[in-house]
């Protein structure tokens, strides 16, 4: 059974920082590409953030700069770090792996930038 589960949501002031975290089980880790998601009220899912199993990062362009996505593959887990955050960024941040036609999603963590 595969399982993806998000830590590290939270209500955070503006300005302020948050890591979040996913860990897996179920799948082999070191293959997939995995990937931040996000989604605001309203709005759709979109992506974030993905880091592919050869360490190549790419970002959506309003996070460039302040987010970091980095994984441990012995610890089956990949990191966003988000820093700078403003009230844009408050949404439900969704972990996903990728392989081929294998997609596998979190349940998804909270996140609220908010003074």
């Known amino acids: 059974q595969v399982q993806l589960v998000e830590r590290g949501g939270g209500l955070v002031q503006p300005g302020g920082s948050l890591r979040l975290s996913c860990t897996t089980s179920g799948i082999t880790f070191s293959i997939y590409s995995m990937g931040w998601y996000r989604q605001a009220p309203g709005k759709q899912r979109e992506l974030v953030a993905r880091i592919a199993r050869g360490q190549t990062t790419n970002y959506e362009d309003s996070v460039k700069g302040r987010f970091t996505i980095s994984r441990d593959n012995a610890k089956n887990t990949v990191y966003l770090q988000m820093d700078s955050l403003s009230p844009e960024d408050t949404a439900v941040y969704y972990c996903?792996?990728?392989?081929?036609?294998?997609?596998?999603w979190g349940q998804g963590t909270q996140v609220t930038v908010s003074s």
């Open positions: 996903n792996a990728n392989f081929g036609l294998n997609y596998y």
